[in-house]
């Protein structure tokens, strides 16, 4: 009997599992200036923070900024999606020892195709609740691709000029 109480928790937790982690998801449609869908972003809540995959195409080739802006809208020219999220004001950059803010994440690389695919990791955002400001708060979030890498540290965005990608964030 012992052992098949053991069994049945077992199962139990394989079921609630899978549940408890689809909470934790979000995604975003990546579209270009001309609202075409031009690839994906998902974003797994994990323990210390969040997992972020990225699969886009229609890039120029080379390094291109991508972070995460504090207002989940793509309206005309994406500057609806507001700047970064940094609720704390601080100053924008990787290697900036006054920042990184929130919305900071490492370059994109466009291969000569001009897709890429990259994995990021941040501790400093979640996808809807902790410690860390929330992907999916109450206005939202969106993800910005922009044209020039990010040097990570010149303000406000790093010199990554102008936005090509767009996408809001929203639950999965």
Known sequence: ??????????LAAALVAPAASASGMAA???????????GEATFEQAPTGVLIFVDVAHLPPG???????????CAPNFK????????????HGLR???GPDNGDLPNLFAAADGSAKAEFFTNRVSVSDGDMPALLDEDGSAVI?????DDHMT???????GRL??????KR
């Open 1 to 10: 009997m012992k052992g098949t109480k053991i069994v049945v928790a077992a």
């Open 28 to 38: 975003a449609d990546i579209v270009n200036a001309d609202g075409e869908i031009v």
């Open 63 to 73: 390094g291109h900024g991508i972070h995460l802006h504090s207002v989940g809208s």
């Open 80 to 91: 609806a999606a507001a700047g970064h999220i940094n609720p704390d004001k601080v100053m």
């Open 96 to 98: 900036n020892p006054e």
């Open 145 to 149: 691709i922009h044209e020039n890498p």
């Open 155 to 161: 303000q406000p965005i790093g010199g990554a000029g």
């Open 165 to 170: 990608g767009c996408g809001i964030i929203r």
